[in-house]
């Protein structure tokens, strides 16, 4: 049987990783106290401390930051114009010896 997933609201993630890092708190008891698995409160702490601003600390389903999207972006360029030298290349190669 699938176990559904637990979704949890921003603000009350942000306050489980602050009560580790200033709440004097260990990772291993807020865990225990709040009933959140202690890899995800591992997690959060990551991209809590990842994050520059504020804004989104933690984006959600699908929900990519600008950065992220960006780079998404420039890696499909990125691929696009390697399969394009390819062909190229290929190309090139085929008709140097048909011209021959």
Same mark, same amino acid.
């Given at each position: 049987?699938?176990?559904?997933?637990?979704?949890? !609201?921003?603000?009350?993630?942000?306050?489980? *990783?602050?009560? *580790?890092?200033? /709440? /004097?708190?260990?990772?291993?008891?807020?865990?225990? !106290?709040?009933? *959140?698995?202690?890899?995800?409160?591992? /997690?959060?702490? $990551?991209?809590? $401390?990842?994050?520059?601003?504020?804004?989104?600390?933690?984006?959600?389903?699908?929900?990519?930051?600008?950065?992220?999207?960006?780079?998404?972006?420039?890696? $499909?360029?990125?691929?696009?114009?390697?399969? !394009? $030298?390819?062909?190229?290349?290929?190309?090139?190669?085929?008709?140097?010896? !048909?011209?021959?």
């Amino acid at each position: 049987m699938a176990s559904k997933r637990t979704k949890y !609201e921003e603000a009350f993630k942000i306050d489980l *990783v602050e009560q *580790v890092l200033t /709440g /004097g708190k260990t990772a291993a008891e807020v865990s225990i !106290e709040s009933g *959140v698995e202690i890899s995800s409160l591992y /997690g959060w702490i $990551r991209k809590y $401390r990842k994050t520059t601003s504020t804004k989104q600390i933690f984006p959600g389903h699908g929900k990519l930051t600008s950065q992220e999207e960006e780079l998404r972006s420039l890696r $499909r360029r990125v691929a696009q114009l390697e399969e !394009e $030298r390819t062909i190229l290349k290929k190309a090139t190669i085929f008709l140097a010896r !048909e011209t021959k």
